[in-house]
């Protein structure tokens, strides 16, 4: 099974918004509405920001959110921090043996 | 608030077998509503999910290394291990454990991950 297609990197000044997609299958993202982000800081486990494509976890700010057209998600930071510059990968639900599939990661940098 | 922990060796010899553990504690593994999972990182690499395992000992594996992996849950103990045979320098990663959502399939709770190094 082949991961997910994330861009490598995504770039953006603080204030501004940026948004990193997520293209599968149907088989995956197209098919499911269970469509996951991380968040990933250098050295730390990953963080949960999205789940079933735009549900916030407790705690996680507004300024993140998901959504899903047809076989790619996306996920969008507005008003860029410089805390929000970290790896990001998404995963989704895949009718494959391995339940859960993750995306190749974007770097995020804030400018 | 639900804890996970790795433990198991940092060194691991090439052709042998990388076993590590993942205890949960602030609630139980034996939950119908969750998945235990193991996901590795190569050093500057992605997240790869290994496999998941649910209480009853139902199994799920990535199909990429379905052939090498054993997950095994310990209910009494409120662990999960993992087997991974035949290790080379490319299973050189962190390891991580998780518990999965499984009704929405998200990763909602992760350990703090554990290096394993395949080197001679």
């Known amino acids: 099974q082949s991961a997910l297609t994330q861009p490598a990197s995504v770039s953006g000044s603080p204030g501004q918004s940026i948004t990193i997609s997520c293209t599968g299958t149907s088989s995956d993202v197209g098919g499911y509405n269970y469509v996951s982000w991380y968040q990933q800081h250098p050295g730390k486990a990953p963080k949960l920001m999205i789940y079933?494509?735009?549900n916030r976890p407790s705690g996680v700010s507004n300024r993140f959110s998901g959504s899903k057209s047809g076989n790619t998600a996306s996920l969008t930071i507005s008003g860029l921090q410089a805390e929000d510059e970290a790896d990001y990968y998404c995963?989704?639900?895949?009718?494959?043996?391995?339940?859960?599939?993750f995306g190749g990661g974007t770097k995020l940098t804030v400018l | 608030q639900l804890q996970l922990q790795e433990s198991g060796p940092g060194l691991v010899k090439p052709s042998e077998t990388l076993s590590l553990t993942c205890t949960v504690s602030g609630g139980s593994i034996s939950s119908r509503s969750y998945y235990w999972g193991w996901i590795r990182q190569p050093p500057g690499k992605g997240l790869e999910l290994i496999g998941s395992?649910?209480?009853?000992?139902?199994?799920y594996y990535n199909p990429s290394l379905k052939s090498r992996v054993t997950i095994s849950v310990d209910t009494s103990k409120n662990q999960f291990s993992l087997k991974l045979r035949s290790v080379t320098a490319a299973d050189t990663a962190v390891y991580y454990c998780a518990r999965l959502q499984g009704s929405t399939w998200e990763l909602d709770y992760w350990g703090q991950g554990t290096l394993v190094t395949v080197s001679s």
């Open positions: 079933h494509v735009s």
């Open positions: 395992i649910y209480y009853s000992g139902s199994t």
């Open positions: 995963s989704s639900y895949t009718t494959s043996s391995a339940l859960v599939l």
